[in-house]
Structures are given as C-alpha cells and as structure tokens.
C-alpha cells in the first residue's frame, strides 16, 4: 500500500507560480511512476503529466508542456509539480497518483493506470 498527500495548492493571480509536493508514505516511490491529475468543477479528471522511475523521463499533456515540470526526489519519498505562468482555466483539484505500469506508455495518460492516488489539492488562478 501506498499513501499519497498532496499539498502546496492555494490562490495564485494569473501569470503566478505555485508548487504542488506530493509525499508518499507506506512504500518507496522509486519504484512507481508519478503522474498528476487535475479536475475542474463539472468536467472529468485530466491527465497532467507522468515521470518515470528512475530515468526521470516525463511526459505532459499539451495544455500544460512548456509551463509546467514535474520532479521526484527519491530519497525524500517525494514527487513534485512546478507550474509557472498559470492561467484561470488551471484551476482544478489537482491529484497524484502512483503507477505501476510506467510513464511515456500507452496508458500512462488514462487514470485507470494508476493505483494509488492522493486526496487532492485545490488550485485557484484569479484573472
């Protein structure tokens, strides 16, 4: 078992910067790839972005590549989500979640993918 927390999230104004931790706990994170997550009020879950095991290779999803990078910090169990120049249309919940099978794969972009997942945290962009 694996228990994912998320935190950093909160209100940022347009064209700010936030970084979301997400610290695990039960098992170590060098063995799972990292992806994050985000859903909008009304809209389904997203996939963000994924890193791998220990390569660090990573892969985003368009709406986001060139803004935000995530990080992994093995030995401190830790997965991070640095987003810069955010927009409103950003604001989400925004989720980690742990992965067996692997980022930059077929899958790694689909939730089901993922086994373990955090509670969440909430971003807000004001325009």
């Known amino acids: 078992q694996v228990q994912l927390v998320e935190s950093g999230g909160g209100l940022v104004q347009a064209g700010g910067s936030l970084r979301l931790s997400c610290a695990a706990s039960g098992r170590t994170l060098s063995a799972y790839a990292m992806g994050w997550f985000r859903q909008a009020p009304g809209k389904e879950r997203m996939f963000v972005g994924c890193?791998?095991?220990?390569?660090?290779?990573?892969d985003y999803a368009d709406s986001v590549n060139g803004r935000f990078t995530i990080s992994r910090d093995n030995a401190k169990n830790t997965v991070y989500l640095q987003m810069n120049s955010l927009k409103p249309e950003d604001t989400a919940v925004y989720y980690c979640?742990?992965?067996?099978?692997?980022?930059?794969?077929?899958?790694?972009?689909?939730?089901?993918?993922?086994?373990?997942w955090g509670q969440g945290t909430q971003v807000t962009v004001s325009s």
């Open positions: 890193i791998s095991t220990y390569s660090g290779r990573t």
């Open positions: 979640a742990a992965s067996s099978t692997g980022c930059l794969t077929r899958q790694s972009s689909n939730s089901y993918s993922y086994s373990y």
